[in-house]
């Protein structure tokens, strides 16, 4: 049997952590972070200072505030997965294999230190370095070194330094950790309590078998846990793929073609990398450092992940003339993003439809011409809101569609967006009313007809309709739909009477 | 109907959805205000198919449902016929629902109705939309043939919509072509405009949706508002006739409610007699009955006389019906053995102590009969009849059910309104809060009766982390704040039976109540006073069926039987009222009963009807407290606001207390009837007309001055009647209680163990937990036992020891969890085939116990009897097992384990016990948690609860216990007063309103607490004054308080 050795590094309380290793001015300070919505949050994560005031996790901001002196900071998962990303880089600086187990609050890691002596000395010694080198980088962490992955897991989890388990005496390292070690259940757990049973060690002096028939085989591992022999298949962490081509040009290109003729061999190399994984693109980012220091961002986002470089070459020559950089450009990065290739199974007798993913790319042409959100089948809302809809995107039900026959009605042409206009009112009714250069003498008026709703959210309305005949000098005459919004006293010119 | 006031509209009408629900109260306001109110209602019709929705290619969430016409009521025969229809459609329904008619019952019950064709949830507008003009013809030919040509009116609204304006339109020209008139309405469903929003909120929490996702189900604006006369002619200019009919059906609407046509039942009399000739006897035979023992003989003349006065005037009133149907009801109950008692003010009558349905003698405590009757009343007598709570109250009710027939009788309702706590749920759902946010808002929202400045809504949010300056958190403050007392739902009174001779539907619509059996009219009890509705109040009250269960257990465990007609006035239970050793007793348990009760020292019954009268808000607030203990207790000098009071209010020291006694005053100062003292009690109590009060002051000074009292005398008698009158209570009702106080208090001193079992049997009931009442139990001596499952039945039961001495059994509806037909499968089984010998004997004789409810015995060792099992754990490992199928492999292993040793689990520790019996049964049979941290707490200083009474008053201590009860009294200024139990007894605490700021979280959240203060002795009653407050670590066992009373 090959022999194991495993070194687990555990960090409490990671969003806090994350966040005060960089804030070397809050290290001496109590602090707490806060996750949820406000007006709802709640502290999720806390130094051991703030500890020491009283405070715990699931208090409220209210509560944590009126502690006072509480330094309280917002859980960010940007500087979580930063920090995480820092935390790993140091601690493969000793082993290659690494299997990443950590959970919302804290994050832990789990070395393969097996045969990594020569290297680092004894595992002590490779655990006083591994330790001290996280806290040089603002981490408090704990360290357990066990021949079992999962006592080496339990035990950092639940102790505070370096602790070396040493081979055989597993079951008695872990003989006094709560059984909360265990992943258990409400109720499991509840039982536990109920039997008296607080520690690793109780639970282990309990017989297996008796135990068995009581929880199945689930007490089996429980069992095999808690005495440090319970096996596990290492899962090492691979370092995510990362997609990106950068180029820097000689001299600043004005021209669209040379951007093309780089970006074309940029693209090719992204979807042969990506292919090489057997992954697809589903976006590309695309930014440009410019001759004016700015910078200039596009994205594509075909609708499904693609690898055809010809298509994504399209899109992103549809990109750039519809939204070209403003100065010439000095630098270009592409990065993509992966996504799973598409996969269908045909039938051997099904007929064959047209490809799917030619309604896609078109979608996504047209996407990439107007807008993400303006393509799709447009969807009235259940609200009152006066011309409320949203857009969804395009699906074929397979149902037929049926006609339905309808009276004729006065068809009514929207204008996209309504025109301001100015009205003269006369007697609480409209009476003329001017819109760009032309004037218009309301000869009949109908309304108002009311409607106001969304009183509670920012996206209250209240508006007043008018159907009205109105003509100009020339004599032409419209029959048109005014608008006023009654909260900031606006007319608009809201459609026409065809 | 005030702002119909503000807007000078001579009359208005209100049309509730399918009932009468507000007709009442509109009524009464109306009257009041000086509107005319017209009554009708919106009564949906299933024969027109479906309301109006908007088409099937726009998105909506209204619900199918029937189209509504608008009936008004023009004669009394128009609403009883309108009360009918309701009742009719609304009791086809097998449960309380909505409900419609049909067209047949419209055609029945048309007569004296006016039909409105209603708005856009009407059947012109559902027809016109689904049929075009031929349909809505159709629709209005078939009202015009079921009212009658002249009684339909098309109602035309104007919410400046363009569909509604449509079919506007479309219906004057149908209207004009068939000839029917018009009518302009605005369907008004809010006063102002502004109030749209609460509509919407209603619309959401009806619709169980948020104000985001309710769509069209909201308002389209906000234009259902009250409307002007001048604003609805401007609306309606080009169609003036619709604004002309809008008088003219007001004028030919001569309905009010003044004419509802009730009339209580009159009780069937053998031939020959009248109702007053057959009550006139029953009561002689009551009289005799009652006052013909050699102990009340002397009182037997008086009692004639007072009859003879008291059955003229109910003669003269024409109330012998109800006399006799109230001792109907009493009959039945002596019949079947259920205890009775009435309460309040009929107690003051002889009449009703003859028929037995009060059981205190108002000649022998000189009752003032007037209280309770009088001629210049105008109402009718109110007799409450207190019954044990649960199912013989049930039997009674379904007997006047069947007396009167179910459309002859029905429950009063009860309005349930929006509190704080209903309307902080409610809203957030509508503006989208999720549960946590909800659970956390709510349980913010204080129950504590004495609200302080910083108790408002804004700073329980604020507390809650919510920022108020959000725009949703405001809105929802704000919405939060308008709910307040705005109707939620339709209750059913708690003991309310209205009766009616002839047909209760034909006064008010019945329907059904939630409740299996029961059906209940549409006002509450206020309104059928208002309305002169009778009703008799079938009470249920927990301490009589205590007092029930009592007195069926003694005699089978004490061999003694006992009358709670004819209980001794016993010195033994006064000495311990004396000592407010009084956990458990009937109305003088509470903090505040216990604080004052040795500064009364009762020693006879009536200082206990003044006991229990006089801790109420009233008295306490009308400051009448303080002074009559100190003249109790000798430390101030009995005096009187005129010699000639001293015969009135010698029996309360000087000081009044009683309503009959202000009634006694203004007879004896001022030469008032009786009649016109229950006038002038009423006119101050109710301050109603600064008018009445004036004249009767008068009448009361001139009166004064003929009997020769002088001007600063008569000055200290106004004053003292108006102060007092808002806050004297009824002697009578104070007796009746007192009663019931003493019975407990006998039956607690001489039979502790049946009378704790039956408070245990019938919680919840009374101030203290179970918990609490067992350990006072336990410290008079009472041994308790533990729930077992080889004794125990659902209910806890006495069970005689070896050494003939009497214990209490706790019975397994203590056991959380258990299921009542498990448990009493269990004690079937045990009575069939014996005790249990393992566990998994018990789970294959009792197959219906389940893994949670085995573990639930096996926690708090009611399995500890059984065979083979040692300690709890034991049971807890087997439970684990038992009942589990195992395979052949383990069969082996299992067969092995039941002989062999017992199982791996340790013992239970002291304070696991105490924490499993509290999670388990809320209670513990053992030690108290306090006991066995004693000797630590001692060498901290801390005294037990018993200690405190050896030390001096002002010194300072520090006491430790289990928090069992917190109060904040509305009458206490902020003051908030704590009891602490330990294994010695209950302690007092006061803690001030600074240091309740303070320590609000500890106190309001701590179960147990280590307090220092100074102690405060006065004349044995003891208070610690709280200074510091901290939590104490003693348990971890959920041990429950009484809070926010």
Known sequence: M???????????????????????????????????????????????????????????????????????????????????????????????????ASSNLSYSCVLDIAGTERLFGPSKELAERLHSSLADSGFRTSIAVSQNYHAALMKAHASRGINLIPTGEEAGALADLPVSALDLSEDHLETFVLWGIATLGELAALPEVELVMRFGSDARIWHELSRGIATHVFRPFETALRLEETYEFEDPVEQMDSLLFIGTRMIECLSHRAANHMLSISSLSIHMRLEDRSAHQLTIRPALPTTDRKFLLKLLQL??????????????????????????????????????????????????????????????????RPDSFHIESFSIDGKPFALQATSPHIALRRIRPAMPVRVVIHGSKPAAFRMEESSFQIKEAYGPWRTSGCWWSTSQWDAEEWDVLAMNASGESRACLLLRDCLRNEWRLEAYYD | ????????????????????????????????????????????????????????????????????????????????????????????????????????????????????????????????????????????????????????????????????????????????????????????CYATKEDVSL????????????????????????????????????????????????????????FTLDNLGYEFPHYPVPEGETMDSFLEKRVEEGVRKRYGSAAKQHLLNKARAQVKHELALIAKLGFAGYFLIVWDIIRYCQKNGFLVQGRGSAANSAVCYALEITAVDPIGLELLFERFLSESRGEWPDIDLDLPSGDQREQVIQYVYERYGSLGAAMSANVITYRGRSAAREVGKALGFDEEQLTRLASLVGHWEWRGPNDTMASHFDHAGFDIRHPRIANYLDLCLRMQDLPRHLGQHSGGLVICAGLLNRVVPIERASMPGRTVIQWDKEDCADLGLIKVDLLGLGMMAVLKESIELIPHHYGQSVDLATLPEDQVVYETLRKADTVGMFQVESRAQMASIPHNAPERFYDLVVQVAIIRPGPIVGKMMNPYMRRRQGKEEVTYPHPLLEPVLKRTLGVPLFQEQLLRMAMTVASFSGAEAEELRRAVGMRRSMQRMKDLEGRLREGMSRNGIGAEAQDNIVQGISSFAMYGFPESHAASFALIAYASAYLKVHYLAAFTCAMLNNQPMGFYTPAVLIKDAQRHGLRVRPIDVQKSEWLCTLET?????????????YAKGLRKSTAEALAAERVRSGHFSSVDDLTFRVPSLNRKELVSLARIGAMNAIGGIEHRRDALWQVEQAGRPVGPLLNEIRDRDANSSPGPLRRMTNEERITADYAGTGLTTGPHPMAYHRAALRSEGILSADDLATYRHNQLVRIAGCVIARQRPGTAKGFVFLSLEDETGISNVIITPDIFERDRTTITRSRFLDIQGLLQNNDGVIHVKAQTIVPLDITSAEVRSHDFH
């Open chain 1, 2 to 100: 090959i022999p194991t050795l495993y070194a687990c590094v555990h960090a409490a309380e990671f969003p806090a952590q994350a966040l005060l290793r960089l804030r070397t001015d809050l290290r001496l300070q109590p602090v707490v972070v806060l996750e949820g919505k406000p007006p709802q949050e709640i502290v999720c994560s806390l130094n051991r200072l703030a500890k020491r005031r009283g405070l715990v996790c699931g208090v409220t901001r209210h509560d944590a505030e009126e502690t006072g002196g509480i330094h309280v900071l917002a859980r960010s998962a940007e500087v979580e997965s930063s920090a995480a990303s820092v935390l790993l880089e140091y601690v493969s600086r000793f082993s290659p294999r690494i299997e990443v």
């Open chain 1, 319 to 384: 990109e750039l003339a519809a939204h070209p950089p403003q100065s010439a450009v000095v630098a270009l990065t592409i990065s993509a993003e992966p996504g799973m290739s598409r996969k269908m199974q045909l039938g051997l007798f099904a007929p064959q439809t047209p490809e799917p993913s030619r309604l896609d790319v078109t979608i996504a042409r047209l996407k990439a011409l107007v807008g993400e959100d303006r393509v799709g089948s447009a969807v009235l809302d259940d609200s009152h």
């Open chain 2, 1 to 188: 109907m005030e702002r119909a006031k503000e807007l000078e509209l001579p009359a208005i009408a209100l049309a509730d959805r399918n009932g009468l629900y507000g007709v009442a109260r509109f009524h009464t306001s109306g009257q009041r205000i000086g509107v005319k109110p017209h009554i009708g209602a919106e009564i949906a019709v299933s024969d027109f198919g479906n309301r109006r929705t908007p088409p099937s290619w726009l998105p909506h969430q209204i619900p199918p449902e029937p189209p509504r016409l608008v009936l008004l009521c023009a004669s009394q025969v128009g609403y009883q016929n309108l009360c009918q229809l309701i009742t009719r459609f609304k009791m086809r329904e097998a449960t309380k629902a909505e409900g419609a008619a049909t067209l047949d019952e419209l055609e029945e019950f048309s007569q004296g109705l006016i039909c409105l064709t209603g708005g856009e949830e009407g059947p012109l507008a559902a027809a016109l939309a689904q049929d075009g003009l031929a349909g809505a013809r159709a629709t209005l030919n078939r009202l015009t043939s079921i009212f009658g040509r002249g009684n339909v009116y098309v109602e035309l609204q104007r919410h400046q919509l363009r569909e509604e304006e449509c079919r506007n339109q479309a219906l004057m020209g149908l209207a004009s072509e068939l000839g029917i008139p018009v009518i302009a309405t605005n369907g008004v």
């Open chain 2, 199 to 254: 509509l919407d909120v209603f619309t959401s929490i009806r619709h169980h949706t948020t104000l985001d996702k309710a769509g069209r189900l909201l308002a389209m604006n906000s234009a259902r508002y009250l409307r002007s006369a001048r604003e609805m002619i401007s609306l309606f200019r080009d169609v003036p006739d619709a604004i002309a009919n809008t008088r003219i059906v007001s004028e030919r609407i001569a």
């Open chain 2, 801 to 813: 020891e070896p050494d003939g001495s009497i214990s209490l059994r706790i019975g397994m509806n």
